[in-house]
């Protein structure tokens, strides 16, 4: 099993339309987690942090549910300037350090 | 406010040679993280650098090897290429290691895209 699991997609979706991302991780004993924005060919960027309490920025949502090892990005009214991919990302314990892992990315589409 | 800079950003070899790619992290990080991140594939942890040392390793051979000099700069060498190694090499800078709390956020440059024939 991967450490963190998305689905690659791709998600086709309309203007306007909202659209939700999930990820899944194995290591319970994950410290922080994070959603990355990477457009074809460019360096990946930070999109937002995700907490417990969850996180909102604009249109972005970020879940996060340690008790079922995921985390969840919402994307309401789709723009086509959205269209990329979302790489959730998980800096989890593993051998006595933390590490950075991410997922292969889920691939978003928005179609006019 | 300069933010992580690589060079160079393309480059073509062919198997069995030598690469060196370099990494200015961004003004006021002093860690330094190495990724490969092959077609269609998220970015692999290859390893870290704080305090000009390798603090953490990701599952890639002794062929992938680096350095970090004091003013936190740093350099990704692969010896002896081979046609798998082809593929986008991501150096992400940070602050204060982060191997031992898992707290910080990782500031990627745009990568060098390393071709092998």
């Given at each position: ?112 | ?26 003004s006021g ?35 992938f090897s ?52």
């Open positions: 099993r991967k450490e963190v699991e998305q689905d690659p997609g791709p998600f086709n979706v309309p203007e306007g339309a909202t659209v939700a991302f999930n990820c899944t991780y194995s290591n319970s004993a994950s410290q922080s987690f994070f959603w990355y924005r990477q457009d074809c060919r460019k360096e990946p960027k930070l999109l937002m942090s995700v907490y417990s309490s969850g996180n909102e920025d604009g249109r972005f949502t970020a879940q996060l549910n340690r008790a079922s090892q995921y985390i969840s990005l919402l994307i309401r009214d789709s723009k086509l300037s959205d269209s990329a991919t979302y790489l959730c990302v998980v800096n989890m314990l593993t051998s006595g350090t933390y590490k950075y892992i991410f997922g292969t990315g889920t691939r978003l589409k928005v179609l006019a | 406010d300069a933010g992580v800079t690589q060079s160079p950003t393309h480059l073509i070899k062919t198997r069995g040679q030598q690469v060196t790619l370099r990494c200015s992290p961004k990080h002093d860690t330094v993280s190495w990724y490969q991140q092959a077609l269609g594939q998220g970015p692999q942890f290859i390893f870290q650098y704080y305090e000009e040392e390798e603090r953490q390793r990701g599952n890639f051979p002794d062929r680096g350095h970090q000099f004091p003013n936190y700069s740093s350099e990704l060498n692969v010896n002896a290429l081979l046609l798998g190694d082809s593929a986008l090499y991501l150096c992400a800078s940070s602050l204060g290691g982060g191997w031992q709390s898992g707290a910080n956020v990782l500031t990627f440059g745009a990568g060098s895209r390393l071709t092998v024939l």
